[in-house]
């Protein structure tokens, strides 16, 4: 079992930065890729970035590719998204999630948070 708790989200305007962060409980979370995924009101949860379970591999959705990183720290039982340049399409519940293998589908992912909204203005 794998529990999720993302924080960081808020209002930033368009060209700013946010940088959500998300923790799990457990001592299980090196066994585990971990993404974050999105979801705007009424569309369906889109991938956002991946990372492997070392962190050595990741990768990312085209629309952030460039503006987005994701990171995670084993020893602190975190990940974290850094998110630059933001634009009003960002805007979204950003969700953190945990999978056996770092892929860009949801149903992949066994554990999610609850997710944080991101709300970028123009």
């Known amino acids: 079992q794998v529990q999720l708790v993302e924080t960081g989200g808020g209002l930033v305007q368009a060209g700013g930065s946010l940088r959500l962060s998300c923790a799990a409980s457990?001592?299980?979370?090196?066994?585990?890729?971990m993404g974050w995924f999105r979801q705007a009101p009424g569309q369906e949860r889109a991938f956002v970035a991946a990372?492997?379970?070392?962190?050595?591999?990741?990768v990312y959705a085209d629309a952030v590719k460039g503006r987005f990183t994701i990171s995670r720290d084993n020893d602190k039982n975190t990940v974290a998204l850094q998110m630059n340049s933001l634009k009003p399409e960002d805007t979204a519940i950003y969700y953190c999630?945990?999978?056996?293998?770092?892929?860009?589908?949801?149903?992949?992912?066994?554990?999610w948070g609850q997710g944080t909204q991101v709300t970028v203005s123009s």
């Open positions: 457990g001592r299980s979370f090196s066994t585990y890729a």
């Open positions: 999630a945990a999978a056996r293998v770092a892929t860009q589908a949801p149903r992949d992912y066994n554990y």
């Open positions: 990372i492997s379970l070392s962190g050595a591999g990741t």
